[in-house]
C-alpha cells in the first residue's frame, strides 16, 4: 500500500471508543471495527434482506450482503488510490446497510408510515442504533463499541445533517431530522454540520456505484429490460454500444458482465480522477480540513453524475416501479404493517424484546421496541410469523 496521505483518517489518532478497550497488537483500531462488523448479528441477516428482487425469486439476484460486499470492494479501490485508510472505508461500507428493513425499501416506507407520530424511521439512524445499542453479545456493554470515526462515516457517509446552527441540510430537508440524533451513544460529539472523513466519502459513492451495476445487471436477468433497452440510457448506453458491436454474437449473459464491468470500472476512475483533482485544489493539510471543507471531495465529475442521474430515471421508471417488481412489494407492505401493529398492540414478541417492550414507557418508547424488531428482521422470518400470527395458507410467491 502507498503511503497514506495526510488527509487520511490515521488509526493512531482516533478518537475513541465509547467503552475503554485495550488496543491490538496485530490490527488497527479500524480493522477492529471491520471484524466486528462483519461478526455482527445484523450482518449475517444481510443475506436474507432483499435488495431489489425479493428472495424467492431466484438465487442469483443481489441480496443486501451481496450488495454490501460489492460495496466494500469498491470503496477499498477507491480508498486505495486516493491514499486514503483502506480499513476505515472497508468499516463504513460494511455498516452501511444494516439498519435496512426486510424487503427492501417496501419495508422502509412501511415504518416510515408506522413511526411518524413517534419521532419517525430513519434506516442510517438504525445502523447506528443497531451498532450502538441493539447488537448485544458483549459481555461488558450493548452494541459493538465502534471507534468515533466509523460512527461518523455511518452516520454520515452522506454528508453533514444539519448547518451550524441546528437547521437541516440535503434531504433531511425535505424528511426532516432523523429521531435519536440527540442520544447515540458516542465517545465525542459526531458533529453532525461537518461532513464525514474522505474514507465515508467513498464508500458512499461505492454504494451509488455498487447499486447502478449489479441493479441493471439483476434487471436483465429478470427480463424486465434487455440490452437494447439501454442503448439511449445516459452513462450506460455508451458502454451497451461498444459490448454489442464487439461481441455481437456471444451470450446475453456474457454480454451484460461485459456492460457491467466497464460500467464499474469507468465509474471508479471518474471518481478517482474527479477527486484528486478537487483534492488538489482544496489542498486539505488534514483530515480536520477535510471535515470543514464545506463540500464533499469525493466526487463524480459534473458530465457523469448527471449521466448518472439519467441512468437512475430510467431504473425508476423500467424497474423499481415496474409492475413484475411492485406487485409483490405491496404485499410485503402489508405483511410488515400487520406484524407491526399486532406487536404494538399485543407486545406478543420473543424473548428479549417482550422484555423490552414491557420495560418501556409510554406509545413513543413501545412503537421504538417494534421497529427495532421489525427492521431486524430478515425476510423469511418476516414472512414466517405473518404465517403464524395471521394466516397460515398464505403464498407470498
Do not use: C
Not at 94 to 114: I, S, W, Y
Not at 145 to 164: A, M, Q, V, Y
Not at 257 to 278: C, G, K, M, P, Y
Amino acid at each position: 500500500m502507498s503511503e497514506r496521505a495526510p488527509y487520511a483518517a490515521d488509526p493512531a489518532k482516533s478518537r475513541g471508543r465509547l467503552y475503554g478497550s485495550d488496543g491490538s497488537p496485530t490490527r488497527s483500531e479500524f480493522q477492529r471495527d471491520r471484524d466486528r462488523i462483519i461478526h455482527s448479528t445484523a450482518f449475517r441477516r444481510l443475506q436474507h434482506k432483499t435488495q431489489v428482487f425479493l428472495h424467492h425469486e431466484g438465487q442469483h439476484f443481489r441480496t443486501r450482503l451481496t450488495h454490501t460486499l460489492e460495496v466494500s470492494q469498491m470503496a477499498r479501490s477507491l480508498a486505495r488510490a486516493l491514499r486514503l485508510d483502506e480499513d476505515l472505508a472497508e468499516a463504513v461500507a460494511l455498516a452501511h446497510d444494516l439498519g435496512h428493513t426486510p424487503f427492501g425499501h417496501a419495508g422502509e416506507r412501511v415504518l416510515h408510515r408506522k413511526m411518524e407520530a413517534y419521532g419517525g424511521f430513519d434506516h442510517n439512524m438504525q445502523a447506528i442504533r443497531v451498532v450502538t445499542r441493539l447488537e448485544n453479545r458483549y459481555a461488558e456493554h450493548d452494541g459493538l463499541n465502534l471507534s468515533w470515526e466509523t460512527l461518523e462515516g455511518i452516520l454520515k457517509h452522506n454528508g453533514p445533517i444539519t448547518d451550524r446552527n441546528g437547521r437541516a441540510v440535503g434531504s433531511y430537508l425535505r424528511h426532516g431530522l432523523p429521531p435519536g440524533l440527540d442520544d447515540i451513544r458516542s465517545p465525542a460529539d459526531l458533529e453532525i454540520w461537518t461532513y464525514a472523513s474522505l474514507e465515508a466519502q467513498a464508500a458512499a459513492l461505492a454504494d451509488d456505484i455498487a447499486y447502478d451495476a449489479h441493479d441493471i445487471d439483476d434487471a436483465l436477468r429478470a427480463r424486465l429490460i434487455t440490452l437494447n433497452d439501454l442503448l439511449d440510457v445516459p452513462l450506460v448506453g455508451p458502454i451497451v454500444r461498444e459490448v454489442l458491436e464487439r461481441w455481437p454474437n456471444i451470450e446475453p449473459n456474457r454480454q451484460a458482465h461485459e456492460v457491467q464491468r466497464r460500467l464499474i470500472t469507468r465509474s471508479i476512475e471518474d471518481v478517482i480522477r474527479t477527486s484528486s483533482a478537487r483534492l488538489l485544489e482544496q489542498g486539505p493539510a488534514t483530515i480536520e480540513a477535510v471535515r470543514a471543507a464545506g463540500r464533499p471531495l469525493v466526487v463524480w465529475s459534473s458530465g457523469m453524475a448527471e449521466a448518472e442521474q439519467g441512468l437512475k430515471r430510467f431504473m425508476f421508471d423500467h424497474v423499481y416501479r415496474n409492475e413484475a417488481v411492485m406487485a409483490p412489494v405491496r404485499v410485503r407492505e402489508e405483511v410488515l404493517g400487520r406484524l407491526f401493529d399486532l406487536y404494538f398492540e399485543t407486545g406478543a414478541m420473543p424473548g428479549r424484546w417482550r422484555d423490552r417492550i414491557e420495560r418501556s414507557i409510554g406509545d413513543h418508547a413501545r412503537a421504538r421496541v417494534v421497529a427495532d424488531f421489525v427492521a431486524g428482521m430478515t425476510d423469511p422470518y418476516a414472512e414466517a410469523e405473518f404465517r403464524r400470527l395471521f394466516d397460515p395458507l398464505v403464498d407470498f410467491r
